[in-house]
């Protein structure tokens, strides 16, 4: 158990729709990383943030959005859900500070979209 | 150049072998390479990783060999164990914390 939690588990939606999904990171971790796993594209980084502010973007859509909370919990928010947004999403945690990069993920949210 | 290039995309090996997947970069910035295991169903899990100012770094079976003028690295699974079988993904970053950028990925096969 990576300490990082995640929910729900699995999601099914349909296309148009807008999802949410949440991320808890370890206790103490500041920074919080989303990304998404597809079987075409592997896993890439969407978004992270550290003590609520915004850090770095990847290849995020502009259909997708997310936010950290004072009590430094993530959501991920998906908007006009299209069929290929079909994936795992996962959150992933760090600590700030020094030069080790340890990212520990959660166990993801399984979206599907009909 | 956020490329990170793994290899085998799949592997075969005996109970008690070698596993080797290998890894490559042309980012000079990256400052942090670990490697990740995942079970089907489940989140990546870190397995072990290196810095660039060592070439090896060995935790039980598991060994990443970091090769800084090739731009290389590589994850050596010796003995083995059925119980290994799953896919293996290595990433870099930059120094401190900032994004991982992953390769595709090797799927690992331990037969008995």
């Known amino acids: 158990d990576s300490g990082v939690t995640q929910t729900p588990k699995h999601l099914i939606t349909a296309t148009g729709q807008r999802v949410t999904l949440r991320c808890s990171p370890r206790?103490?971790?500041?920074?919080v990383y989303w990304y998404q796993q597809s079987l075409d594209q592997g896993l890439q980084f969407l978004i992270q943030?550290?003590?609520?502010?915004?850090?770095a973007k990847g290849n995020i859509l502009e259909r997708f959005s997310a936010q950290q909370f004072p009590d430094l919990h993530s959501e991920l928010n998906l908007s006009s859900l299209e069929l290929g947004d079909s994936a795992l999403y996962f959150c992933?945690?760090?600590?700030?500070?020094?030069?080790?990069?340890?990212?520990?993920f959660g166990p993801g949210t399984r979206l599907t979209v009909l | 150049q956020q490329q990170v290039k793994q290899s085998p995309q799949s592997l075969i090996v005996q109970k008690g072998g070698i596993s080797i997947i290998n890894c490559a970069y042309e980012?000079?910035?990256?400052?942090?390479f670990p490697w990740y295991q995942q079970f089907p169903g489940k989140g990546p899990a870190l397995l072990i990783a290196?810095?660039?100012?060592?070439s090896e770094k060995k935790e039980g079976r598991f060994t990443i060999s970091f090769n800084k003028s090739a731009k290389q690295f590589s994850l050596h699974i010796m003995d083995s164990q059925p119980g290994d079988s799953a896919t293996y993904f290595c990433?870099?970053?930059?120094?401190?914390?900032?994004?991982?950028?992953f390769g595709q990925g090797t799927r690992l096969t331990i037969n008995p």
């Open positions: 992933a945690s760090s600590v700030v500070g020094g030069r080790v990069n340890e990212q520990f």
């Open positions: 206790s103490g971790d500041l920074s």
């Open positions: 943030y550290y003590n609520g502010e915004e850090r």
């Open positions: 980012n000079t910035a990256f400052d942090y």
């Open positions: 290196i810095r660039p100012d060592v």
């Open positions: 990433a870099a970053s930059g120094r401190g914390a900032q994004k991982l950028v």
